[in-house]
C-alpha cells in the first residue's frame, strides 16, 4: 500500500507542476501579448478554465496520496489506548515491516505500579524518636 500512496502522490505533484508552469507561461505571454498590441486593450487576462481545473485537480490527487499514507490514527481518549496496549501489548503497534513502532513506550501504568506508596510521616517520626533515643545512650 506504501507504493501506491506514494505514487498517487507524485503524480498529483507532477501535475501541480505542470500546473504550475502552464500559469507562469499564460502570465508571461500575457504580458509579452499586452507589450506588443497595437490596441490599447484591456492587459489584464484571466486564467484559462483548464489550468484552473487542473490545478484543483492535483490538489486533491496530492492530498489523496498523503492520506493515503497517513498511519492509523490513535483513540484520543487515554484509558482506550491504554486498554489497548494492556491487551495486545507489543503486536498491536507493529508497522508494515512487523518491527515495533517506534512510538511505542510500555505500559503508561508501569509507572503507577512502580512507583513508592505514600510516606507516613507519623510512623517515620517515632522511627527517628527511637533512633534519636537510641544513639544517645
Known amino acids: 500500500m506504501a507504493w501506491l500512496s506514494r505514487g498517487v502522490t507524485i503524480v498529483g505533484l507532477v501535475l501541480l507542476t505542470h500546473a504550475c508552469y502552464s500559469a507562469q ?10 507589450k506588443h498590441a497595437l490596441s490599447q486593450q484591456s492587459s489584464h487576462t484571466s486564467l484559462p478554465i483548464d489550468i484552473s481545473i487542473e490545478t484543483i485537480f492535483a490538489t486533491l490527487v496530492t492530498c489523496l496520496g498523503l492520506v493515503l499514507s497517513a498511519r ?29 513502532d517506534k512510538d511505542y513506550r510500555g505500559s503508561p501504568f508501569a509507572n503507577l505500579e512502580t512507583r513508592p506508596g505514600f510516606v507516613d510521616i507519623r510512623a517515620q517520626r517515632k522511627q527517628f524518636i527511637n533512633w534519636s533515643k537510641t544513639a544517645g545512650n
Do not use: C, Y
Open 72 to 100: 492509523p490514527l490513535r483513540p484520543i481518549q487515554w484509558n482506550v489506548w491504554a486498554g489497548k496496549l494492556e491487551r495486545e501489548g507489543e503486536k498491536g503497534f507493529l508497522d508494515g515491516s512487523g518491527s515495533v
Open 25 to 34: 507561461e499564460h502570465a508571461a505571454l500575457s504580458s509579452t501579448m499586452a
